[in-house]
């Protein structure tokens, strides 16, 4: 991937360059960075048609999305919806260990589950409906019950409630009480888990609003560490940023970065030796001030 390019009614046909697979997109606060995330998501799921990577409009389903919002609740962002990836990568993983594995326990779940199913069903129809029934005055009309087939799909949907808790006291952890950096840590790992990295056809591509929000120095450190490895595995990713101390604890090769200034992106490039040649100004000009004084 080397430019998105986009429109939303903010920013009028701006462009996004990469390098590396990396694009830096830096802003002060307010300046519409969160909202160039939104839209970044919308577009590379192909919900835009003003949306183009490499010149090419993008489609329904091209790429696999790991959006990082700067706020979120972590149950919610896990909802096992139709759509979500951890839902159909539990399903996937269930189904295909009930159908590969060697455990007789695990090859006779649904047997069992039929089985319940059946059982079931009749104790709701004995115990419940037939008196149901036998109070009608007219028994030409009756009240049954239909069960729906047990299958790990309904199960995942009806029946799993997800929780969160702290693996040293066991205790399920509050959401307003802990840590707003770590929660986040664990819903990127949860998420990367869900999807195909190797899949070729549907590169991932992860989004992330200001990374170092509330992480401490060597927290942050372990995340760029685990950051540039995805980038040397060919996953694409996009960071918000408004700390520039930030970017320069992440050590890419800054080749360039996305710079937000009055509702326009502005690509610079040759950062590195912009960098050097700002240090060596102020090295001279404290050097000047000092002579001259």
Request: proline share 2%.
């Amino acid at each position: 991937m080397k430019k998105i390019q986009f429109s939303n009614h903010i920013f009028e046909k701006q462009t996004i360059n990469f390098d590396n697979n990396l694009a830096i997109i830096i802003g002060e606060s307010g300046s519409g960075k969160t909202e160039i995330l939104n839209t970044l998501e919308q577009g590379l799921k192909g919900k835009l048609h003003e949306f183009y990577v490499d010149e090419q409009q993008v489609d329904d389903d091209i790429y696999q999305i790991i959006y990082l919002r700067e706020y979120f609740n972590i149950k919610e962002s896990l909802k096992l919806g139709k759509t979500s990836p951890l839902r159909n990568s539990l399903v996937q993983n269930i189904n295909r260990n009930i159908i590969n594995t060697d455990n007789e326990k695990y090859q006779n779940i649904i047997t069992k589950l039929e089985e319940i199913h059946d059982n079931f069903n009749s104790l709701l129809k004995e115990t419940t409906f037939e008196t149901l029934n036998k109070s009608q005055i007219n028994n030409s009309l009756l009240l049954n019950g239909n069960l729906e087939p047990f299958s790990i799909n309904n199960i995942i949907d009806k029946l799993l409630k997800l929780q969160i808790f702290n693996n040293d006291t066991k205790n399920i952890i509050d959401e307003d009480n802990y840590s707003h950096f770590m929660l986040r840590i664990l819903l990127f790992n949860i998420l990367k888990n869900t999807l195909d990295f190797n899949d070729k056809l549907r590169p991932t591509i992860i989004l992330f609003d200001l990374p170092e929000l509330y992480g401490t120095p060597k927290i942050l450190h372990e995340l760029n560490v685990w950051l540039n490895k995805l980038l040397s595995d060919s996953i694409t990713i996009i960071i918000v940023s408004n700390n520039p101390e930030y970017l320069l604890s992440l050590k890419p090769s800054l080749i360039s970065i996305n710079l937000i200034k009055h509702n326009t992106i502005n690509g610079i490039k040759n950062l590195t030796k912009i960098i050097k040649d700002a240090i060596v100004l102020f090295s001279f000009c404290e050097s000047k001030q000092g002579v001259s004084s």
